[in-house]
Nanobody
Framework: QLQLVESGGGLVQPGGSLRLSCAAS????????IGWFRQAPGKEREGVSC????????RHLPSLGGRFTITGDSAKNMIYLQINNLEPGDTGSYYC?????????????????WGQGTQVTVSS
């Protein structure tokens, strides 16, 4: 049974940092593309980062200004999203998703499996 579980969200002040985790089970992350998405209140879900080990590709949403970094730990079968210099606009639910075809894309239609999300709130 393929499963993705996000964790690491919380309430942080502007300028702070968070590392979100995505624990994968039922499959090996090295065989998939993994994407991170977020959905702010009243806005559409958007892709922020993805990593594909099969294709050797990493992508980030350019408008994030390099504040987001995606990494993988094959030994732990986990994917992480490091977020630095958090802004109020980063507030939202963050999801990880897996694509068995290994394509690293930032649109929802490219992914087959989704976690339940973890909440990030940036406020002073």
């Amino acid at each position: 049974q393929l499963q993705l579980v996000e964790s690491g969200g919380g309430l942080v002040q502007p300028g702070g940092s968070l590392r979100l985790s995505c624990a994968a089970s039922g499959f090996t992350i090295d065989d998939f593309a993994i994407g991170w998405f977020r959905q702010a209140p009243g806005k559409e879900r958007e892709g922020v980062s993805c990593i594909s080990t099969p294709l050797g590709r990493i992508r980030h949403l350019p408008s994030l200004g390099g504040r987001f970094t995606i990494t993988g730990d094959s030994a732990k079968n986990m994917i992480y999203l490091q977020i630095n210099n958090l802004e109020p606009g980063d507030t939202g639910s963050y999801y990880c998703a897996a694509n068995a075809d290994g394509n690293c894309v930032l649109n929802q239609s490219g992914y087959d499996h989704w976690g339940q999300g973890t909440q990030v709130t940036v406020s002073s």
